[in-house]
């Protein structure tokens, strides 16, 4: 059973909603700015921030009363992603991935509430729970059937898209909305830096002297019908996916990368397409030296000499965490639609372990399979295969 | 020396949650990671920590401090030469 | 939604009998572990008895609090300096799915469910699709939750308690895909009506011998308590009673049911 993408929706560092964002992809033009200028943090580091401030996109939004950013964002890409797909359909399922919810709300009350417990407004630790942003994207776009949250760090979108698919094929729903949505908060942010893996300068994935990610967020949704009772025509099909576990260490990636070659072999497996079919990888590509390698190896692994042409977008938008998944399958959804790539930014020389070259310039290219990475903390590896609509 | 060894020996069991090894048993000369003690990259960041918040070592380039940090001797050593506190 | 799948053991974090020591040997593994990590760790490793899976599934509603508390502390009171990664890097709500694939060697599928008071019914609907379009033949499937002081006072706060205890846990199921001679169970329906429902009414919409609702003086009520009810469901099963309908209704008015019924 084909399963169809016929609708999108972003809003992250590389701009708001699909108009957008494909300028700057097309035009190569990084989202990655100096320092937050929404986030209340001390630390000067760059980041891929949305250039709106909650205020901004709940009156967009048309809502008000408390929401957490992860929320405002949320619902602002699956309402594009929704309204692309032509409206509302009835048996609509959401499967919503986050990682911090409704953190950045927590801080505020943990201010107050950290000193002394009888203070705090309740309003704003009643968002903390993953569950809280789903359920007001579900509210906000009328979704009527099942409704769920995943949460295994930064591949949890692109499991979000696995588990829309299990929902059609077995017939839970007509219609899934998938993706993710993850704001910037002090939590992430200090909890990279303590990790001593944040790039102080824009990252440069792959490149042999990167230094480290850009912490992004945003928020990115798919419209997935069965292709045969598609309700318009398709960007793409998601014909292959898998989830590996690296089982190797909470933060670390394996040396040889086991977890994320797993992850793209069964994806192309379960596709039924060789490795020389593929056309395009987006990278997950963080930009960290451990990261690259061990996906770099990877990739090695599975193509030999015949690597097909990659890049990771992480330079243009940060890593946009629970959202990434999300974030770079409608990537790739624009990328086989258009016939074009999008470039790695920053890049200057190979990795010496690997020598992989990524596509560093806009260019148009007719694309027939496209494979996109997500890894996470947990050996959490997770690889979809998108080809074109027929 | 003897002295900042005892007290590195204490804030490393406290701060890597070796609940169940002592600090007199951890073997000075011993090497910290791989296979001595079996501490790993997050470890190295903590111990990193310890540095900071008690020596006052800020580390500028981890890679070439490496080193400094195969053993308990070895960061007493470098503490003793570097330390600000 | 009608399922198929066999349950062949579960394990519960207040009926562990295995030394901890001896389930995970390595007391540098043991040493980061969180209250709810350990719970939970040590529940998945004697339910699957060193079983071979093909797939984990793990569900919580608050994730690991408590290490998410202590960094968010640390991050406030020391101004955004000098913090230590282990809280953040063992706060993620991956955590003990990841850290049972890692003492198993489970390359397989691993998934986290967090969605308040179906964040459990989520990953068990996750794990009966898996086994029955064939992406595994064993999976195992289960839940954790713990109680830290913040948490309860912040709850208690918003009236939360009035007339329930509450509570933390860890349940995990192994399931198969197909029946043996030590299936406890047969999982027959998950499902999630779009109106509250009386115990009456579920025993006639699911043709259940008997209903388990949430029995909060019995379980705690934490988001992931339907793990723990469903146990007590399977363990109802036999004699007059050959299936049974739990239900969950964790601070909603709509329910879950999970429908057991004799192999």
């Known amino acids: 059973m084909r399963i169809a993408v016929v609708g999108i929706g972003i809003i992250s560092a590389a701009g708001m909603g699909i108009a957008q964002t494909l300028e700057s992809l097309r035009a190569g033009r990084s989202g990655i700015v100096p320092e937050p200028s929404h986030l209340a943090t001390r630390h000067r580091l760059p980041v891929g921030e949305v250039a709106r401030s909650n205020a901004e996109l709940s009156e967009a939004l048309g809502v008000t009363g408390t929401n957490s950013r992860t929320a405002l964002l949320g619902m602002t890409a699956a309402a594009e992603a929704l309204a692309d797909a032509g409206g509302s359909r009835s048996n609509t399922a959401l499967v919503s991935a986050t990682s911090v919810g409704g953190m950045d709300l927590t801080e505020c009350f943990f201010e107050e509430f950290g000193a002394d417990d009888r203070r705090g407004r309740l309003r704003l630790a009643a968002h903390h729970d993953c569950a809280d942003s789903t359920l007001a994207i579900a509210r906000y776009c009328g979704v009527d059937g099942f409704t769920t949250t995943l949460s295994t760090a930064c591949s949890s979108a692109a499991n979000a898209l696995m588990t829309a698919v299990r929902l059609l094929r077995h017939g839970i729903a007509d219609r899934v909305i998938a993706g993710g949505a993850d704001a910037l908060c002090r939590f992430t942010l200090n909890g990279f830096r303590s990790l001593q893996i944040l790039d102080p300068a824009p990252c440069r994935p792959f490149d042999a002297l990167r230094a480290g990610l850009n912490l992004g967020e945003g928020a990115a949704y798919l419209v997935l019908e069965r292709a045969d009772e598609a309700t318009k025509m398709p960007y793409c099909c998601l014909a292959g996916f898998a989830n590996a576990n690296d089982a190797y260490h909470q933060t670390a990636s394996s040396p040889e990368g086991e977890g994320d070659y797993l992850a793209m072999r069964w994806a192309l497996e379960r596709a039924g397409v060789m490795p020389e079919e593929v056309d395009y990888v987006n990278a997950h590509g963080t930009g960290t030296p451990n990261n690259d390698l061990a996906e770099g190896i990877a990739l090695r692994r599975l193509f030999g000499e015949r690597m097909p042409l990659f890049s990771s977008t992480k330079a243009i938008t940060g890593h946009t965490l629970a959202a990434a998944g999300a974030v770079e399958a409608v990537f790739a959804a624009l990328m086989l639609r258009h016939g074009e790539i999008y470039p790695n930014l920053r890049f200057a020389k190979p990795d010496s372990r690997t020598k992989l070259c990524p596509v560093t310039r806009y260019r148009r290219q007719p694309l027939c399979n496209v494979l996109s990475n997500s890894f996470g903390f947990g050996g959490n590896c997770a690889s979809l295969l998108f080809t074109r609509a027929e | 020396m003897e002295q900042i060894i005892r007290e590195l020996k204490e804030q490393i069991v406290e701060a890597l949650n070796l609940e169940e090894i002592s600090p007199e048993e951890i073997d000075a000369e011993a090497p910290l990671f791989g296979d001595g003690l079996g501490l790993d990259s997050i470890d190295a960041l903590e111990i990193i920590l310890i540095l900071e918040k008690n020596y006052g070592i800020r580390l500028e380039n981890t890679a070439e401090a490496k080193p400094h940090f195969y053993s308990v001797k070895s960061l007493a050593e470098y503490i003793v030469a570097n330390r600000q506190k | ?263």
């Open chain 3, 1 to 263: 939604m009608k399922t198929c799948c066999y349950i062949e053991r579960f394990a519960t974090h207040d009926a562990l009998t295995a030394d901890p020591k001896k389930l995970v040997p390595d007391p540098m593994l043991r040493r980061r572990m969180s209250r709810v990590v350990k719970m939970g760790v040590l529940t998945a490793l004697e339910c699957l008895q060193g079983e071979r899976i093909d797939a984990i599934v793990t569900a919580t509603g608050f994730g690991c609090l408590a290490d998410s508390e202590k960094f968010l502390r640390n991050l406030l009171e020391r101004d955004e300096e000098l913090l230590t990664p282990t809280p953040f890097i063992q706060s993620t709500f991956n955590t003990i799915g990841a850290q049972v694939a890692f003492l198993c060697g489970c390359r397989g599928s691993n998934t986290t469910f967090t969605h308040r008071g179906r964040s459990f019914e989520s990953a068990l609907l996750e794990a009966s699709m898996l086994l029955a379009e064939g992406s595994a033949r064993r999976v195992l499937v289960g839940a954790a939750d713990e109680r830290t002081p913040s948490q309860h006072r912040v709850m208690e706060r918003m009236g939360l308690w009035r007339g329930r205890e509450d509570g933390e846990g860890a349940t995990f199921l192994l399931l198969s895909r197909v029946p043996s001679s030590e299936s406890r169970a047969c999982l027959t329906a998950i499902d999630f009506p779009d109106e509250p429902l009386d115990k009456e009414q579920i025993a006639v919409r699911y043709v259940a011998d008997r209903v388990l609702c949430d029995d909060y003086a019995l379980t705690g009520c934490y988001p992931t308590a339907s793990a723990r009810t469903l146990v007590h469901g399977i363990e109802a099963l036999g004699g007059s009673v050959r299936r049974v309908a739990v239900c969950n209704s964790y601070l909603d008015n709509r329910p879950s049911i999970i429908v057991v019924a004799c192999p």
